[in-house]
């Protein structure tokens, strides 16, 4: 199951904005329409790439980060990818420092 187009649409208009993350009301839908979707069943870098933003800008940054991981093995050499998934690390670290957990280095 891949995401569809109009979803698509919506997430790929919106450029990472590591400043500001807030979303277009329309692609804010489309992100809570994706995040009830299963990583698994994804089959594409970009369709897991933009679960992955989804999931960023629903505050899910576990899942977050399981999605920029595997879009990252299937493309190691995108730059912008592997940045997104660091912003996606940093994100998630105060959550983890608040569970008791050991912070990390990115």
């Known amino acids: 199951q891949n995401i569809n187009e109009e979803e698509r649409s919506a997430m790929l208009r919106e450029s990472p904005n590591f400043e500001d993350p807030k979303l277009s009301p329309a692609a804010d839908a489309a992100a809570k329409q994706i995040v009830g979707q299963s990583l698994d069943q994804l089959t594409t870098r970009e ?6 933003r989804a999931q960023l800008s629903q505050g899910n940054y576990d899942s ?25 690390l940093l994100e998630m670290a105060p959550v983890n420092m608040t569970r008791g957990s050991a912070p990390f280095v990115v």
């Open 64 to 88: 977050a980060v399981a999605g920029y991981a595997k879009a990252v093995g299937l493309a190691p050499d995108d730059i912008k990818l592997r940045l997104e998934y660091a912003t996606a």
């Open 47 to 52: 369709d897991i790439t933009i679960w992955a």
